[in-house]
């Protein structure tokens, strides 16, 4: 399965957004993507820190 990087690359190279690939039922809402973006940025290690705490915070809802 590619990942969303290879999936943004595809995107962009035919001029669409993730969304325009996934079609009209799917849609990312712009601070997603900004959150995927800053993500992309993070160590192994942040990563799973940061899925730990999103984790704990589902918990409490």
Same mark, same amino acid.
């Given at each position: ?16 957004? =993730?969304? !325009?690939?996934?079609? &009209? ?7 997603? @993507? ?7 940025? =993070?160590? !192994?290690?942040?990563? &799973? ?7 704990? @915070?589902?918990?409490?809802?």
């Amino acid at each position: 399965m590619p990942s969303i990087d290879k999936l943004s690359s595809i995107c962009t190279a035919l001029e669409i957004s =993730l969304g !325009d690939f996934f079609g &009209q039922e799917y849609h990312l809402y712009s601070d997603i @993507i900004q959150l995927m973006d800053n993500v992309k940025k =993070l160590t !192994d290690k942040e990563r &799973q820190y940061l899925n730990t705490f999103i984790e704990e @915070i589902l918990k409490r809802n």
